[in-house]
C-alpha cells in the first residue's frame, strides 16, 4: 500500500467507468490489475465522490458500491455498513493501510471520516484474514487521502478549491495546495463542512430519547503528506490527518446532548526496490479515536493503535510471493473504568500466486498472537481459469475471526474476559466479463459465522452464543448504450441466525442501485436510483420493529466553465422519501446543493 502503488490506482481509477485498466491493492496487499484480482472489487474515486453530492460516507458507500447501511439519523450520527450481510463488526476499515476502527466499540466511525480528505476507495468483498487478520470476515474497505495530482517541478504549486451551499443550511469548503520540488513534494489540504440537520429521533424511539429539537453537525478536516524520492528505486514519505466532528444528537427531552470525535492518523514509511526480484516496504504508525460525550450519560474514550508493518514482494520460481510481519499495540484510555486497557497483536503473513497457461492459483495464509486469547491461524486459497482473454472464472474459500473488543471483554458489569474470538469459513464462486463496452461481473457466495457475540439476559453478559448463514449472490454491470454509461449493482442474499431461523438485524435480503450518466458539451449529466428490501431493527423479527424498504433517486449536473472552473448541482432523495435506517430515527427529506469547483489542468 505503497505510496507509488496508489497513485498509479488512483490514476487508473480516472478513467470512464468501463476502463479496463484499474489498478486494485487492498485484494492482495500489492498493486495488481482489477482483471487479475480473484474477488469481487469496487472502486470509488474522487470523480465519483464529487459528482455523488453525497452528505456522507455511508451514503456513498450505499448509492456507489450498494452496501447496507444503517443511521441513527443525518449526517455525524452514528453509522454502521453491512458487507454481505456480516455484523458491522465484520469489515475492517484501513486508512492509508492502517486500522481505524475504536478499539471500545469495535467498529469504525464512518459518519465522521470526511469525504473532504478521501482521493479513493476500494472495497474488497469476502474474507481476507489471512491477509490483514482480525475483523476482516466480511471484507475490506481501505480508503486512501488525497496526495495531489501535480506531476512535476515545472507545474510548481498546483492549487484547487471548492465551496458550496445545501439544503439544511448545508455549507462546505475546501482547498489544497500541491507542490513538486525537486525530489521532493508536499500536499496540504483542509476542509469544513456544516449542516443543521432537523431532529434524529422520532417518538418511536422512546420517552427516554427522542428529543424534537435540531441536531446540526459540523466536521472539520485536514492532512499534510510529504514524500521525497532518496534515489532511484527509495522513496520516503511522512503523512498525517485529522478528521473532527462535532455532532448534537438526541437523549430524551430537555437534553442538549453533545458529542465530539477526533480521528486521527500518522504514517512515515520507506518503500525500496531492492533488487528486481524483491521490493520492500517498511511502515510505522497510530491512529488514534478520541470521543467527547455531553449528555446524561457523560464520558471520555480514546483509543489509539500503533502499527508497525514490513512487507517483502518477491518474484521466485514457484511465483510471485508475499512476506510480511505486523505488530499492533493498542491502548485505552477513558472515563470508564475498564479492568484491562492495553493489548499486543503480533502477526506473520505470506502469499503466493502461481500462473501457469490460463489458470492461476493464490494461496494466503497468517497468525496472529494476541496476549488476550492466545494464536489464531487464518488461511485462504483462490483458482482462477481465463477462458478468454475478456472472460474468467474462479473459485474460492476462506476462514477469518474477530477479535472480541474491549467493551466485550472489559467493560464494568457488562462484559466477558472469556469470549472468544467469533470465527468464520465462507466460499465464493465468480465470473467476470470485461469487454471495451461490456463489463460483468457475478458471485454466489456462502458464510458461516460461529461463536457471535450477543448479550445474554440470563447472566447479563455477552457470550459466544449465536451462529448465522448467509448465502447469496451479487450482479454487477457497466455498459455504454446510446451515448450514455450504465451502471448497475444488485444483491441477493439470505443473511439469518442460524439458531432461530431469523434475518439478521438491520440486513436487508435485496439491495441494488441503477445509474446512468452522459456528456453533452460543457455538460456531464448523470442520475441514480437505490433501492433496499425490508429490515427488521430487532433480533426476533418483533413486528414493532420492521422499516419497510424503499428507493431513492438522486441526480447531478457538472458544467464546465472553462478548464479550470466547473459548477456541481446535486440533488439527493429527490421524491422526498421518508424511510427508515433505523427505527425510531430519521433520515433526510429532498437535499440540494450548489458547489463552485476550481481545479487547473
Known amino acids: ?311 517483502n514482494q518477491l518474484a521466485t520460481v514457484a511465483g510471485d510471493a508475499l512476506l510480511g510481519v505486523e505488530r499492533r499495540s493498542e491502548n485505552v484510555a477513558a472515563t470508564t473504568n475498564y479492568t484491562s486497557k492495553t493489548r499486543t497483536t503480533d502477526s506473520v503473513f505470506g502469499s503466493l500466486s502461481q500462473k501457469v497457461d490460463a489458470q492461476t492459483l493464490t494461496v494466503n495464509a497468517r497468525r496472529d498472537r494476541e496476549d488476550q486469547f492466545g494464536s489464531r491461524s487464518t488461511g485462504g486459497i483462490s483458482w482462477g481459469y481465463q477462458l478468454w482473454k475478456d472472460e474468467l472464472v474462479y473459485l474460492s474459500a476462506g476462514r477469518a475471526f474477530r477479535a472480541p473488543s474491549f467493551n466485550d471483554l472489559y467493560f464494568p458489569g457488562f462484559s466477558n474476559p472469556l469470549l472468544r474470538p467469533e470465527k468464520s469459513e465462507s466460499g465464493e464462486f465468480g465470473w467476470r466479463l470485461n469487454r471495451k463496452t461490456f463489463q460483468l461481473n457475478l458471485a454466489v457466495f456462502e458464510n458461516k459465522i460461529e461463536d457471535l457475540i450477543a448479550f445474554d439476559s440470563a447472566t447479563s453478559r455477552p457470550q459466544n452464543l449465536r451462529r448465522a448463514r448467509i448465502r447469496g449472490w451479487e450482479l454487477g454491470v457497466d455498459t455504454q448504450w446510446a451515448g450514455i454509461d450504465w451502471r448497475t449493482r444488485i444483491t441477493a442474499q439470505r443473511p439469518e441466525d442460524t439458531d432461530s431461523n431469523k434475518q439478521l438485524r438491520s440486513r436487508a435480503k435485496l439491495l441494488g442501485t441503477l445509474g446512468a450518466s452522459t456528456t453533452l458539451g460543457a455538460w456531464k449529466l448523470g442520475t441514480d436510483v437505490t433501492a433496499s428490501s425490508a429490515r427488521f431493527d430487532s433480533a426476533n423479527e418483533a413486528p414493532s420493529s420492521r422499516m419497510s424498504g424503499y428507493a431513492l433517486w438522486s441526480a447531478f449536473a457538472r458544467y464546465r466553465i472553462d478548464p479550470a472552473w466547473s459548477v456541481d448541482l446535486a440533488g439527493n432523495n429527490l421524491a422526498n422519501r421518508r424511510y427508515e435506517l433505523a427505527r425510531g430515527y430519521n433520515t433526510l427529506g429532498r437535499q440540494l446543493q450548489i458547489t463552485v469547483r476550481f481545479s487547473p489542468k
Request: hydrophobic share 40%.
Open 1 to 311: 500500500m505503497a505510496a507509488s502503488v496508489t497513485a498509479a490506482a488512483a490514476q487508473s481509477a480516472a478513467h470512464s467507468p468501463l476502463s479496463t485498466d484499474n489498478v486494485v491493492v487492498t485484494a492482495t496487499r500489492t498493486a495488481k490489475s482489477a482483471n487479475d484480482v480473484l474477488a469481487q472489487v469496487t472502486i470509488i474515486n474522487r470523480l465519483d465522490i464529487e459528482e455523488a453530492g453525497a452528505l456522507s460516507l455511508v451514503d456513498l458507500l450505499q448509492r456507489r458500491a450498494n452496501l447496507d447501511i444503517r443511521a441513527t439519523g443525518g449526517p455525524g450520527q452514528t453509522s454502521s455498513v453491512f458487507i454481505r450481510g456480516t455484523n458491522a463488526t465484520h469489515t475492517l476499515v484501513l486508512i492509508d493501510g492502517q486500522r481505524i476502527a475504536s478499539s471500545t466499540s469495535g467498529a469504525a466511525a464512518f459518519e465522521n471520516i470526511s469525504l473532504d480528505l478521501i482521493e479513493r476507495i476500494e472495497i474488497v468483498r469476502g474474507p481476507l484474514s489471512s491477509l490483514y487478520g482480525s475483523e476482516a470476515i466480511g471484507g475490506v474497505i481501505q480508503i486512501f487521502t488525497k496526495q495531489g495530482s501535480a506531476r512535476n517541478a515545472e507545474q510548481a504549486m498546483k492549487v484547487t478549491a471548492s465551496a458550496g451551499i445545501g439544503s439544511f443550511s448545508g455549507r462546505h469548503a475546501d482547498a489544497a495546495i500541491d507542490s513538486v520540488f525537486g525530489d521532493t513534494r508536499v500536499f496540504l489540504t483542509a476542509s469544513r463542512r456544516t449542516i443543521d440537520a432537523p431532529s434524529a429521533t422520532n417518538p418511536l424511539a422512546g420517552s427516554f430519547t427522542f428529543n424534537p429539537d435540531r441536531d446540526a453537525y459540523e466536521n472539520t478536516s485536514a492532512a499534510v503528506k510529504l514524500t521525497h524520492q532518496l534515489w532511484q528505486g527509495e522513496v520516503v514519505s511522512l503523512s498525517a490527518w485529522q478528521s473532527r466532528g462535532k455532532t448534537r444528537f438526541d437523549s430524551g427531552p430537555g437534553n442538549n446532548a453533545e458529542s465530539t470525535q477526533t480521528l486521527r492518523g500518522v504514517l512515515l514509511s520507506s518503500e525500496n526496490n531492492l533488487t528486481d526480484w524483491w521490493k520492500s516496504r517498511l511502515s510505522i504508525g497510530s491512529t488514534s479515536d478520541d470521543s467527547v460525550v455531553t449528555s446524561n450519560f457523560p464520558g471520555k474514550f480514546k483509543t489509539t493503535q500503533n502499527q508497525f508493518a514490513w512487507q
